[in-house]
Nanobody
Framework: EVQLVESGGGLVQAGGSLRLSCTASGFTFDDYHIGWFRQAPGKEREGVSCIDPSDSSTYSADSVKGRFTISMDNGKNTVYLQMNSLKPQDAAVYYC???????????????????????WGQGTQVTISS
């Protein structure tokens, strides 16, 4: 059974930092891209960042480049999202998700599209106080 379990959300002041974790099980880690997505109230779910565990390549949305960093620990089947310089507009429920890597495709256009992802975690709330 595929499972993705997020942790690390919480309340932080604007300008602060949080690190989210996503631990995966039930599939071969290297065969999938792992992505972080977020959804704020009244808005569509959007891609934030993703990583290919087989080669550590990453993609990130323009809105978080320079502030958020995605990384992984293959030995723990865990992907992290380090979020720095948080802004009020970063507040959302953050989800991690997995999609089997399709070597015919690459790039943020494909791998940051939430509609393509098959497996999802339960989400973790990130709240930003101004």
């Amino acid at each position: 059974e595929v499972q993705l379990v997020e942790s690390g959300g919480g309340l932080v002041q604007a300008g602060g930092s949080l690190r989210l974790s996503c631990t995966a099980s039930g599939f071969t880690f290297d065969d999938y891209h792992i992505g972080w997505f977020r959804q704020a109230p009244g808005k569509e779910r959007e891609g934030v960042s993703c990583i290919d565990p087989s080669d550590s390549s990453t993609y990130s949305a323009d809105s978080v480049k320079g502030r958020f960093t995605i990384s992984m620990d293959n030995g723990k089947n865990t992907v992290y999202l380090q979020m720095n310089s948080l802004k009020p507009q970063d507040a959302a429920v953050y989800y991690c998700a997995a999609i089997r890597t399709d070597h015919r495709y690459s790039g943020a256009y494909y791998y940051l599209d939430p509609d393509r992802y098959d497996y999802w975690g339960q989400g973790t709330q990130v709240t930003i106080s101004s």
